[in-house]
Nanobody, 115 residues
Framework: QVQLVESGGGLVQTGGSLSLSCVVS????????VGWHRQAPGEQRQLVAS???????NYADSVKGRFTISRDNAKNTVYLQMNSLKPEDTAVYYC?????????WGQGTQVTVSS
């Protein structure tokens, strides 16, 4: 059974930092592209950042220079370091793993940035 368990969300003031983690089990983690997506109320889910098995990274323009995605294959974990947070970063953040047409999602963790 594939499981993705996110943690690290919470409430932070504008300009603050949060670090999200997602522990993945039940798959060959190192082979998968892993990423973080977010969904704000009334909006579509969108990609925030992703990292491939070869550690190539991709970021949404809105978070470039502020967020950093990384992975630890030994711990089957993907991280998202979020700095200089803004109120518009407020959303539920979801972990995702993908290999070709196969993908899995976590349950999401709330990030709220107060102004």
């Amino acid at each position: 059974q594939v499981q993705l368990v996110e943690s690290g969300g919470g409430l932070v003031q504008t300009g603050g930092s949060l670090s999200l983690s997602c522990v993945v089990s039940g798959i060959g983690f190192s082979a998968y592209t892993v990423g973080w997506h977010r969904q704000a109320p009334g909006e579509q889910r969108q990609l925030v950042a992703s990292i491939t098995s070869g550690r190539s990274t991709n970021y949404a323009d809105s978070v470039k220079g502020r967020f950093t995605i990384s992975r630890d294959n030994a711990k089957n974990t993907v991280y998202l370091q979020m700095n200089s947070l803004k109120p518009e970063d407020t959303a539920v953040y979801y972990c995702n793993v993908r290999l070709f047409a196969t993908g899995y999602w976590g349950q999401g963790t709330q990030v709220t940035v107060s102004s």
